[in-house]
């Protein structure tokens, strides 16, 4: 495999993911610029097949289905389509290496946190792969992938590595001749479907704390952007986890993803992708078995600018918490509401910040903005810009396509947008940046809190009262003060109201993958 001169790239490293490394999600020395090799040049994908009892496999049908590079809009190869039969032969494996006596059962919760360490490893070694991969076949700009997800994919599995052995129950003084204590077990089989903006953490966050637990997993990555999982089906071997362990299922939504959803032998679905689905997998959970269900789902996040606030900082806080991955991020502070007496400079501000943007192949230096993933996603957030403009917004820049391939955007900013617009109401998932007015703390708390979404909000402002007040008042899963995107494995993540059930990441994240058990046992005489 070949790299670009290193040197060469890194006098072009990516200052959008420099500020976010050392501001947001500080995972380096803070004086000194993060080490970016260059992406691979002659990339080779390997594997293309399910992965179902650590063995590779074609589809049952037999179809495949083509993955396509959104940079460029040509296909980078095919892959097997899994359908309902090869959920059930997965499944099937998931099951068995679930049972009592197993292999994987018996083994110490100890050493299943030096498989996740082990796999770590791999991952590190193979962080310039996957990195490259990443952006290839979603878009990402390399640095991004590079720097954030596999930094961050390594560290959540080390965090859950860290779990594995300190899952707990407790004692409990229960009155009578008893000696009571609870035990967390694991749930046993989880399906779990990924989306495609972020498809290598969302493989982590998912099979980590589940497979820290005890539980055995089948996965199905999103069919717009599964080659780095199915990358990850041969480390998952090379790093000694028992076959059945973990099964890797593409293919599509209605077919594959519908297949784990209703599956009678699956005893938990965990899902991140949109509200609609998301609703549609917890009737189907309902309809079935009644499995265990957890929904990272969607959002339409409230950002806060008071006129108090660090105005450099906050613009370009909002600016990233926007585009950051062309907009494709569930938790993107997609309503910025800004105090009506800087409202006019921080529009100003942030649309000479939006036209600094510079579009292209998200491989090469330079470039801090990259395709959206596919061609629906590319017609759907233009005709949002189109609502835009017709209901009345004022478009400040961008508002259109770019270049002539691929599916790239210009950065757009609209001003003079009001609550009743689409564009502020729907989830747009693109690099499309609203800026609206407030007065009064109340009135802003109100319309911020105006929406079915509740995953994340933000509050800028140098007024400690104010800041908890908000902290308090904003109805969504993580509130930011000062900052946005600040996350970490430590720290648990999920929405509330129609942006999910449950939560990733944190205790909280593990103990979604465990049930509780209460054990009786009766005794001649207790004492204390």
């Not at 995972?27 to 992406?39: F, V, Y």
Request: with cysteine.
């Amino acid at each position: 495999m070949e790299v670009m001169e290193e040197e060469k790239w890194s006098e072009c490293q990516n200052d959008n993911v420099y500020y976010m490394v050392n501001r947001i999600n500080c995972t380096c020395d803070s004086t000194e610029k993060p080490s970016l090799p260059a992406p691979l040049t002659d990339l080779k994908i390997k594997y293309t097949k399910l992965f179902i009892n650590n063995e590779w496999h074609d589809s049952v049908s037999g179809k495949k289905f083509p993955v396509i590079n959104p940079a460029t809009g040509e296909k980078i190869c095919d892959v097997e389509e899994g359908d309902k039969e090869d959920v059930d032969k997965a499944v099937e494996a998931a099951r068995k290496a679930f049972e009592l006596g197993s292999r994987w059962r018996t083994m110490d919760a100890s050493e299943r946190g030096r498989l996740l360490n082990k796999l770590a490893d791999l991952i590190e070694r193979e962080r310039l792969l996957l990195a490259t991969m990443e952006s290839i076949n979603g878009g990402k700009l390399f640095a991004n992938s590079y720097l954030m997800d596999l930094g961050g994919c390594i560290n959540t599995l080390r965090y859950c590595a860290g779990w594995a052995d300190k899952v707990q129950g407790q004692t409990i003084p229960m009155d009578g001749n008893y000696f009571t204590f609870t035990r967390r077990e694991p749930i046993g089989v989880c399906g779990q479907i990924i989306p495609w903006n972020f498809p290598l953490v969302m493989f982590i966050w998912k099979i980590a704390p589940a497979l820290a637990c005890g539980n055995t997993v089948v996965i199905k990555p999103a069919e717009q952007t599964p080659l780095t999982a199915l990358h990850m089906s041969a480390l998952i071997k090379e790093a000694g986890f028992p076959p059945g362990v973990v099964n890797i299922v593409p293919g599509y939504g209605p077919t594959a993803g519908a297949a784990i959803a209703n599956h009678m032998d699956i005893d938990k679905v965990a899902f991140t992708g949109s509200t609609e689905v998301g609703k549609k997998i917890k009737e189907a959970a309902g309809k079935s078995n009644l499995k265990r269900v957890s929904l990272e789902l969607g959002g339409k996040s409230p950002n806060i600018i008071f006129a108090d606030a660090d105005l450099d900082s906050a613009v370009e806080f909002a600016h990233i918490g926007l585009f950051y991955h062309q907009g494709q991020c569930c938790i993107a502070g997609s309503r910025i509401f800004v105090e009506e007496p800087i409202y006019e400079e921080f529009v100003r501000r942030s649309v000479a910040r939006a036209k600094k943007n510079v579009l292209g192949n998200p491989l090469s230096p330079g470039i801090n903005q990259g395709p959206q993933v596919d061609k629906e996603q590319y017609d759907r957030i233009l005709e949002l810009i189109e609502s835009g403009k017709k209901e009345g917004a004022k478009l400040e820049c961008g508002g259109g396509p770019w270049g002539d391939k691929g599916f790239f955007i210009q950065p757009t900013v609209f001003s003079d947008v009001s609550d009743d617009m689409r564009i502020a109401k729907e989830e747009i998932f693109g690099p499309v940046q609203q800026i609206m007015k407030f007065k009064t703390i109340d009135e802003v708390i109100k319309r911020a809190n105006n929406t079915h979404y509740g995953l994340a909000a933000a509050v800028f402002t140098k007024d400690i009262d104010k800041a908890l007040t908000f902290t308090t008042a904003l109805q969504a899963g993580v509130v930011w003060v000062n900052c946005y995107s600040a996350m970490s494995a430590q720290c648990p993540f999920g929405g509330f109201k129609m942006s999910g059930n449950g939560r990733e990441l944190g205790e909280e994240g593990i103990h979604e993958y465990t049930e509780m058990k209460t054990v009786v046992i009766r005794i001649p005489q207790k004492n204390s």
